[in-house]
């Protein structure tokens, strides 16, 4: 592993989440929004119930590329696996921590069909005892968040989505 990506990883560990943007071309943009999701049936309120069964190829492949144009990012995103969600109107995930996870930390990149979308903030923070600082991001296309993965106290969610539109959530991580 580099000092650079040692840097990273210490400043994910201390804030807990890292935001990064950049555009995404609209042909990768497009190809995301035509993938089929289907029903994967998860509890209300604990994940996204749309999922991609099978993520192709070369669409991953060019995921893969566009996200490692962040140099800091490019030796964790070969490191991991990738899965594909879709958030509809009225869904939501309620705020949890994901430390059980495998691994130090995931990757989240956003592709919204509009732009003018109610709803479907992420919301990410801490939790100490019963009290929680979390903080709310839009989402946009070309957003992604290195999330830590390994500390009880941050935690993440998403609000309810209000408006009729799709919200692609592509989630990289060890498991």
Known sequence: MSDDD?????????????????DMDADLVESFLSLKFSDCHCPEGSDSTWQVEEFPQ???????SWLMQHKELANLVPTLNYSVHCFKKDEYMNVHSDYVIEGDYQILTWICKDDDFVGRDFIHGFKVGNHEQTNKVKPKTGLTCLCDSTMPHFVHGVSKLLTDTTIITVLGSLD
Not at 58 to 64: G, P, V
Request: proline share 0%; glycine share 4%; net charge positive.
């Open 58 to 64: 070369d669409i991953e492949n060019r995921y893969k």
């Open 6 to 22: 040692k840097k990273l990883l210490a400043k994910l560990k201390k804030e807990g989440f890292i935001f990064f943007e950049q």
